[in-house]
């Protein structure tokens, strides 16, 4: 599975930017030409994983709408809610056929200090562990304080206009008994 993170290094061991990379060691390209042509093939195979994913989801929809009239949905609620079953199933067993896989031969990225000890279920809590010991130095922190608080007084005065307007409503005269 490509994600955006796999671009940079993707991108750099292809045989066009390791003669860039060549080129630029040996002073016949400036650092911005060798940039450009690094962010043009970053582009360039993100456009690639986006083209290949849109072809898978376009024929695993296709199956969906095949499984969809298969069951004929469109009969009975009882069809539509086996159909409805039928797809989830369909879905969980296609997850299951990519992302297995991937599991397995999930390998450590270079530069990440991860201790030995962990294994890919338990490395997010220790990768949570982390960042609530470092975050403290990070200048972000105060950004994240005043943008929880901002979200958090708006969210608030909401619930007081709307809580005031209702009471508003149900105390005007027009709508009082009689």
Do not use: C
Not at 61 to 66: F, R, S, W
Not at 143 to 153: A, E, F, M, R, T
């Amino acid at each position: 599975m490509l994600t955006p993170s796999s671009f940079p290094g993707l991108a750099r061991n292809t045989p066009e930017l390791r003669q860039k990379a060549e080129e630029y060691q040996a002073r016949e390209i400036t650092r911005q030409q060798y940039d450009y042509a690094d962010t043009l093939k970053r582009s360039e195979l993100s456009n690639v994983a986006f083209y290949i994913q849109s072809l898978g989801e376009i024929v695993i929809l296709a199956i969906i709408v095949g499984i969809l009239f298969g069951v004929k949905v469109n009969d009975s609620i009882a069809n539509n809610n086996w159909g409805l079953s039928v797809l989830i199933a369909f879905a969980t067993g296609v997850w299951a056929l990519l992302a297995i896989p991937w599991f397995i031969k999930e390998k450590r990225r270079a530069g990440q200090e991860i201790p030995l000890n962990v294994n890919i279920i338990t490395v997010g809590i220790w990768q949570l562990y982390r960042a609530l010991r470092q975050i403290w130095h990070l200048q972000s922190l105060i950004y994240l304080i005043g943008y929880y608080l901002l979200g958090d007084s708006l969210n608030t005065s909401v619930i007081v206009i709307t809580t005031l307007q209702t009471v508003s409503y149900l105390t005007t005269p027009s709508n009082s008994p009689t």
